[in-house]
């Protein structure tokens, strides 16, 4: 079974817009034949699927004006689309609505090393920037787990994070500027070559907003000069509440790792299983991998403190990698923690709360309680320094049911983060997904004022429509709230 989006019908005559699409960029960068249109149907969040009437595949900003000036003419919904790895549903596609994929803009347009920027188009692959300026000492800090995959564009529109955002922060705290196509096909430059600019802070704005206030088509970078000295630490625990422990520990004593990861004993036998790295215990109720950087004198200093912090809150062993390779073997199974899964289930559903370090213990508890009540598998793998959770539900889509009985635990899941002072989304958006549970954490003068914004940037509506914001069209939740009358006028603008 796979859920399809809840938006009206209408008729369409498609014909003179996709004339109109073809001479804004040529026939063989519109997408029309129902085969390669399955292609795009879903994103990451693969259990929703809705196939577009047509996708365009635009190269430069102009071409992407042009597009939406289009849509802009003919009053068509767009959904931005890059490499379609989001998890959220943020580039699901909606009935009725095209869809523009920047994959194919991949240039990496400026490198500056002097002033530390990168600019590059959406289509540029995360990886892909470190490769470009690591030879020259330097590196682009945000790393999803998928940053092999990942455009950056997308990482723009869900101000992604990734192992090392405890230290350095998620995707909006190395954005500069970024040139921007609104949805009336105007095309404006946003923040500029430094950060910290006079005025408000539209970038990050722009960051983080799912593609709702337009289409970005160049981004300005900041990249970082590589550290001098990396220790990766590898702590294994006999219970996951002595791991969340050393989480508050560590950060309590004044040390910022650059990145602080937990895995339970789920999901690191499951990617022992797949990886093989042998270097996770598999007996351990959870391991912690923790990386700190910088001069060597403080690589050291930070590597001994954390270790006598580990073995005070009952690690068994805890191993330092300090060679390049074998960081490389450490940090290789957590990377592959979300593959993995697909060996122990056919689907799986992943959350992305934030809560506070305080609560990791008193949460997981929770988490591993609500996975019984419901009668499922919940693998805990997550960014245990910022306390962002990626809890991974385990279930087989084919079977009638499971997939809304899934929803509803990560719903609560969801609800529980923002009970202990969490929020809903870490670095994976909200997107289709989580829009029903926004009242849950923002009342409905700060919802209402979020789509106000929205409404100045996209005031008929038409940059991808039905995403973040519950409304009584796609959201049952929504529509029995109070909530919704102040939303729906809004979202007639």
């Known amino acids: 079974m796979v859920a399809q989006l809840n938006v009206p019908k209408t008729q369409r005559d498609w014909q003179p817009i996709i004339r109109a699409f073809e001479q804004a960029v040529g026939k063989d960068q519109v997408v029309r034949r129902k085969e390669e249109l399955l292609v795009y149907e879903c994103d990451g969040l693969a259990s929703y699927r809705q196939r577009p009437p047509v996708v365009v595949l635009p190269r430069t900003t102009e071409q992407v004006a042009a597009v939406i000036r289009v849509c802009h003419q003919f009053e068509v919904p767009f959904v931005p689309r890059g490499a379609g790895t989001g998890l959220s549903g943020g580039a699901l596609p909606v009935e009725d609505a095209v869809l523009i994929v920047t994959a194919t803009m991949r240039q990496i347009l400026a490198i500056d090393y002097d002033n530390q920027r990168v600019v590059v188009q959406p289509g540029v692959i995360n990886n892909w920037v470190t490769e470009a300026v690591s030879g020259a000492g330097f590196y682009y800090a945000p790393d999803p787990s998928s940053q092999t ?12 994070g990734g192992v090392h955002c405890l230290k350095y922060g998620v995707t909006t705290n190395h954005i500069l500027g970024v040139k921007l196509v609104l949805p009336d096909g105007e095309i404006v ?76 004993n789920f999901s690191l036998n499951a990617v022992e299983d797949v990886v093989k790295t042998d270097c996770y215990p598999r007996d351990a109720e959870a391991i912690l991998l923790i990386e700190i950087d910088g001069l060597p004198a403080e690589v050291e200093a930070s590597r001994d403190r954390i270790t006598a912090i580990c073995q005070q809150n009952g690690a068994r062993h805890v191993t330092v ?29 992943v959350q992305d709360g934030v809560i506070p370090r305080t609560q990791l213990p008193y949460v997981l508890r929770e ?20 306390g962002n959770l990626h809890p ?3 279930f087989n889509n084919h079977i009638p049911g499971q997939l809304e009985a899934v929803e509803e635990l990560g719903g609560d899941i969801l609800k529980l983060c923002v009970k202990v002072g969490g929020s809903i989304s870490g670095e994976h958006g909200i997107g289709a997904d989580k829009r029903c549970y ?32 519950p409304t009584p069209r796609t959201c049952g939740e929504a529509a029995r709230s109070p909530l919704s009358p102040s939303l729906e006028n809004v979202e007639r603008f």
């Not at 988490?367 to 910022?386: C, P, S, T």
């Not at 003068?445 to 996209?458: C, I, P, Q």
Request: charged share 20%; glycine share 12%.
């Open 149 to 160: 995959v990942c455009s950056v564009g997308g990482n723009v529109a869900e101000n992604s």
């Open 189 to 264: 430059d946003v923040g500029g070559a430094v950060a910290e600019q006079p005025g408000y802070d539209l970038v990050g704005l722009i960051v983080g907003s799912e593609g709702t206030l337009g289409i970005v088509t160049e981004i300005t970078l900041r990249i970082l000069k590589a550290p001098e000295t990396i220790n990766v630490l590898l702590a294994d625990f006999t219970s996951v509440e002595a791991a969340g422990a050393t989480v508050s520990d560590v950060i309590g004593a004044g040390i910022i790792p650059a990145g602080m990861e937990m895995m339970d």
């Open 321 to 349: 990698a300090a060679d390049s390779q074998d960081r490389l073997r450490l940090w290789k199974g957590r990377k592959a923690a979300f593959a993995a899964m697909g060996k122990l289930s056919p689907d799986y559903y």
């Open 367 to 386: 988490i591993e309680a609500l996975g019984e009540k419901h009668g499922y598998r919940v693998a805990n793998v997550f960014h245990a320094g910022d």
């Open 392 to 394: 991974l539900i385990l």
């Open 438 to 469: 926004m009242p849950d954490m923002f009342s409905p003068a700060d919802l209402e004022t979020m789509l106000w914004v929205r409404a100045s940037w996209n005031p008929k509506g038409l940059a991808n429509p039905t995403k973040i914001f």
